[in-house]
């Protein structure tokens, strides 16, 4: 079992930043995908971001390549994702979410992962 929790919503203006951490506790080595996913209503969770819990690499959705940047400490159990330049079609509820070893094969599909936080609300005002 991993527990997850999520940190760091709220509410800012079109252009503005806000940074979400995810803080894991549990079984963390059965952890290999950390990801941050997004869900507004009706529609689909999304893949925002992941990261390999060993070897780091990253790899983002469309909709955040080039603002959002996703990063872990394991040392502290947690993973971060900062976000910039955020647009109203950002505004989401984000999960940070945790995946076994099969994940890597579609590491930004919602489907791969198994553990999920309760969310945090974002939203972007025009």
């Known amino acids: 079992q991993v527990q997850l929790v999520e940190s760091g919503g709220g509410s800012v203006q079109t252009g503005g930043s806000l940074r979400l951490s995810c803080a894991a506790s549990?079984?963390?080595?059965?952890?290999?995908?950390m990801g941050w996913f997004r869900q507004a209503p009706g529609k689909e969770r999304e893949g925002v971001a992941f990261?390999?819990?060993?070897?780091?690499?990253?790899e983002y959705g469309d909709s955040a390549k080039g603002r959002f940047t996703i990063s872990r400490d394991n040392t502290r159990n947690t993973f971060d994702l900062q976000m910039a330049s955020l647009k109203p079609e950002d505004t989401a509820k984000y999960y940070c979410?945790?995946?076994?070893?099969?994940?890597?094969?579609?590491?930004?599909?919602?489907?791969?992962?198994?553990?999920w936080g309760k969310g945090t609300q974002v939203t972007v005002s025009s």
């Open positions: 979410g945790t995946g076994p070893p099969a994940c890597v094969v579609d590491p930004l599909s919602a489907t791969q992962y198994h553990y």
């Open positions: 549990g079984y963390i080595n059965s952890i290999t995908c």
């Open positions: 990261i390999y819990r060993g070897s780091g690499r990253t």
